[in-house]
């Protein structure tokens, strides 16, 4: 006899999602979080995360897709506000590699987007200080995800729905046998019909060796800064952006608390040692080159970083995913290494593992992000 059909290790942005699709397909599902939903030093922190409907992937598109959908399904089913919908900017020099790339890429699958001239930007997003070869892509689907809201929220209707949820349950191990999978957690044990694998960067404890050589937890930080004038910078105003600009690059969003404008380096993630040991402070180089950034790009923004935080993720050695079961016809699926770019798709990657890891059903078109492509 086994304690439940579906055991979720990890209710971060991937495991809350994946608990809240799993209580629609059955009320035998448990969820376990080392502390507690959308905590401060979790991938979660942070307050919003881009929401992008342009990709430079194509292969991702379809699940960029299904991920819009099931946004605007959470939100309907919770009453909450999720998705800021603000429209994206993606920045960069007019003939260089990264604008290049987005519309190769956007051409080929059809997703709405406007090319924008250096004077078209300028005229409609005064905000942004561009070079003189610098171009935009508009992307009408672009948005702000709230991210402690779309936790908790999903969290709440997997249990409206039959979940449990045990908090402040590390995981230590996990073991299939000819029953199912035992999870233990100190003196405690369960054994489940099948287990998701989706703890982030304290993942790797649960991964076999394999996986091992090809994940590392990695350092995210992120800082904000004010605006002279606030309404500038609301999101009605003031799209997400990431942008690529000759030898400077920055990301950010809106400013949702009406003050403070995230804008952080594009993509400086640093080898951690241990997940739950990130620093959090800054260093002298990272600090004087957000700030130097920040001076050129956003006129309109007190250079001074007013906040700063780190967090930890799972990075695989391609920067794709862990998604799909560790070995096939077994019992343990893992869904996590997102390498800082799983939360716009957390809702698509829950339903994936959710319908697989259930056997519910088998999504075709993802061999480059199944563990298999490490373990084969």
């Not at 009408?140 to 449990?164: E, F, M, W, Y």
């Not at 006129?299 to 862990?322: C, E, H, Q, W």
Request: charged fraction near 20%; include cysteine; charge should be negative.
């Amino acid at each position: 006899m086994t304690d439940g059909k579906l055991a979720v290790i990890g209710l971060g942005a991937i495991g809350s999602m994946a608990l809240w699709q799993a209580a629609r397909l059955t009320d035998s599902v448990v969820g376990f979080e080392a502390q507690t939903p959308a905590h401060g030093r979790s991938a979660v922190g942070g307050d919003t995360r881009l929401f992008r409907r342009l990709h430079l992937d194509p292969r991702f598109d379809p699940l960029l897709q299904q991920s819009e959908r099931l946004w605007a399904e959470l939100e309907a089913e919770t009453g909450q506000d999720i998705l800021l919908r603000c429209g994206g900017l993606y920045i960069g020099t007019e003939n260089g590699g990264y604008i290049q790339q987005l519309l190769e890429s956007v051409r080929a699958t059809g997703t709405s987007h406007e090319l924008l001239s250096r004077d078209q930007m300028a005229e409609r997003y005064p905000q942004h200080n561009l070079r003189e070869d610098d171009v935009a892509v508009f992307d009408p689907n672009g948005g702000a995800l709230r991210t402690d809201r779309s936790v908790t929220a999903a969290i709440a209707a997997a249990q409206a729905n039959g979940a449990t949820v045990h908090n402040n349950t590390p995981i230590d191990g996990i073991r299939e046998t000819a029953d199912g999978v035992v999870v233990t957690s100190g003196d405690q044990s369960w054994t489940f019909e099948n287990v998701i694998v989706c703890s982030g960067g304290w993942s790797r404890k649960l991964l076999p060796e394999p996986l091992l050589a090809q994940t590392q937890p990695y350092r995210v930080f992120l800082t904000w800064f004010v605006a002279k004038e606030p309404a500038l910078f609301s999101p009605e105003r003031f799209p997400i952006f990431v942008r690529l600009s000759g030898d400077h690059s920055m990301y950010g969003a809106p400013a949702v608390d009406g003050v403070t404008v995230k804008a952080t380096l594009d993509m400086r993630p640093t080898p951690a040692e241990r997940p739950g040991a990130v620093a959090r402070e800054l260093t002298s180089e990272e600090i004087a080159e957000t700030m130097e950034t920040v001076s050129e790009f956003f006129p309109g923004l007190y250079p001074n970083i007013v906040r700063s935080d780190a967090f930890p993720d799972l990075f695989t050695s391609d920067r794709k995913p862990l998604l799909g079961k560790i070995s096939p016809g077994g019992r343990v699926y893992c869904a996590t290494g997102f390498s800082g770019g799983g939360f716009k798709m957390a809702t698509g990657y829950g339903q994936i593992a959710a319908q697989e890891a259930l056997g519910k059903e088998n999504y075709d078109n993802l061999d480059f992000l199944r563990p298999q492509r490490f373990t084969a």
